[in-house]
């Protein structure tokens, strides 16, 4: 068990509709990515917090937004979701601001219909 | 931006023999280069790392080396195990680059007992 704690496990939505997914970091990491995992295009890096605020930024569409709360607890909102949206999402967390050491949760994922 | 392209994309070995993953990078400023593990239905999982100030790193059945002037690293594990059995991606990244790590596409690793 990495620590990472996502939720749901699976999303089955319609084309057109928003889903937020949660994570919540390792205690005390202070970082939490985004990455989205598809057969075609592997692990891509959507965004990253650190301490509340964005930190990095990756291939992530408009149509995405996340943010980190006060509790270090973040959320990735996915909206007007497309056929071609449906992957795995995965969260992780590290420490301190740089990328290394990353711990993953189990993903959450997501089917668009 | 950065381009890491790892081979080969399966690999399929027998218990007890030595299986080798390659990866090559694009970006001579890329200076952290992380192994991932990742079994059925969970998320990466961080096996070794290694910085360019080093050429080599071991520990236990697991190697990394690094030739920086030919912008590639490699992925040894000796005496495998059939729990090796696992997809392995590696990843580079550069300190300054926003904190994006990029990923290979991923080697599926199958360890036949």
């Known amino acids: 068990d990495s620590g990472v704690t996502q939720t749901p496990k699976h999303l089955i939505t319609a084309t057109g509709q928003r889903v937020t997914l949660r994570c919540s970091p390792r205690?005390?990491?202070?970082?939490v990515y985004w990455y989205q995992q598809s057969l075609d295009q592997g692990l891509q890096f959507l965004i990253q917090?650190?301490?509340?605020?964005?930190?990095a930024k990756g291939n992530i569409l408009e149509r995405f937004s996340a943010q980190q709360f006060p509790d270090l607890h973040s959320e990735l909102n996915l909206s007007s979701l497309e056929l071609g949206d449906s992957a795995l999402y995965f969260c992780?967390?590290?420490?301190?601001?740089?990328?290394?050491?990353?711990?993953f949760g189990s993903g959450t994922q997501l089917s668009v219909l | 931006g950065e381009n890491v392209e790892q081979h080969p994309s399966t690999l399929s070995v027998q218990e007890g023999d030595s299986a080798v993953i390659k990866c090559t990078y694009s970006?001579?400023?890329?200076?952290?280069f992380p192994w991932y593990k990742q079994e059925l239905g969970k998320g990466p999982q961080l096996i070794i790392d290694?910085?360019?100030?080093?050429g080599e790193k071991k520990d236990q059945r697991i190697a990394v080396t690094l030739n920086k002037t030919a912008k590639h690293f490699s992925l040894h594990i000796t005496e495998t195990q059939p729990e090796d059995s696992a997809v392995y991606f590696c990843?580079?990244?550069?300190?300054?680059?926003?904190?994006?790590?990029?990923f290979g596409g991923g080697t599926r690793l199958m360890v036949k007992p």
């Open positions: 990843a580079a990244s550069e300190d300054n680059a926003g904190n994006m790590l990029t």
């Open positions: 917090y650190y301490n509340g605020e964005e930190r």
């Open positions: 205690s005390g990491d202070l970082s």
């Open positions: 290694i910085r360019s100030n080093v």
């Open positions: 992780a967390s590290s420490p301190g601001a740089t990328n290394e050491k990353l711990f």
């Open positions: 970006d001579s400023a890329s200076n952290y």
